[in-house]
């Protein structure tokens, strides 16, 4: 069983900004093609950004291109997602995800999450 574990939410004011961290508990890490999700009070869960298993292309969400960056470091089984320009609309519990296809099968990993608060 893979684990993924958010790190780096919190609170911060309107403009500024933070980097999350998912670190997977997995010696086959670069298998994973990574996401970020976040879930927002009222509003149905939103995939942030993807990442594919070597760091060579990532996808956004419209609402946050130019502003989040996602990266990988598959040494340290990690993902980071350097998201600037905070608004707070961008408020809400962002998780990672790793998918990967075994045996013709996909399997998907969740973390717990980390709360992000945008607010002055």
């Known amino acids: 069983q893979v684990q993924l574990v958010e790190s780096g939410g919190g609170l911060v004011q309107p403009g500024g900004s933070l980097t999350l961290s998912c670190v997977a508990s997995?010696?086959?890490?670069?298998?994973?093609?990574m996401n970020w999700y976040r879930q927002s009070q009222g509003k149905e869960r939103e995939l942030v950004a993807t990442i594919t298993r070597h760091g060579d292309s990532t996808t956004y969400a419209d609402s946050v291109k130019g502003r989040f960056t996602f990266s990988r470091n598959n040494s340290k089984n990690a993902v980071y997602l350097q998201m600037n320009n905070l608004k707070s609309d961008d408020a809400g519990v962002y998780c990672c995800?790793?998918?990967?296809?075994?045996?013709?099968?996909?399997?998907?990993?969740w973390g717990q999450g980390t709360q992000v608060v945008v607010s002055s």
């Open positions: 995800k790793g998918h990967r296809t075994t045996w013709g099968m996909p399997n998907d990993y």
């Open positions: 997995t010696t086959t890490f670069s298998t994973f093609i």
